[in-house]
């Protein structure tokens, strides 16, 4: 891999993540938007209204196109 991307440095620049960054993964800002959204003190008897609420609350975040560009942004990265 290393002579790989030797070959390649004239346009290919190689960034250094960490093993997991939160921070770095939009998909941890959708969890807690949902968490503090539709989760938010549910106490449900049945499994299948959970996953209501999550279907709910995934389709309202799909569904706004600049809540997901938030997400993305506040990450850092760039597509």
């Known amino acids: 891999m290393q002579q790989w991307l030797a070959t390649r440095q004239h346009w290919l620049v190689v960034e250094q993540l960490p093993g997991y960054a939160h921070d770095?993964?939009?998909?941890?800002?959708?969890?807690?938007n949902?968490?503090?959204t539709e989760l938010?003190?549910?106490c449900p008897e049945h499994i299948d209204e959970a996953d209501?609420?999550?279907?709910?609350g995934l389709h309202r975040i799909a569904s706004s196109y600049e809540l997901c560009f938030n997400f993305l942004a506040h990450t850092g990265l760039r597509l």
């Open 24 to 32: 770095l993964n939009p998909t941890e800002l959708v969890r807690g």
């Open 34 to 36: 949902l968490k503090a």
């Open 40 to 42: 938010a003190n549910l």
């Open 52 to 56: 209501t609420a999550a279907h709910t």
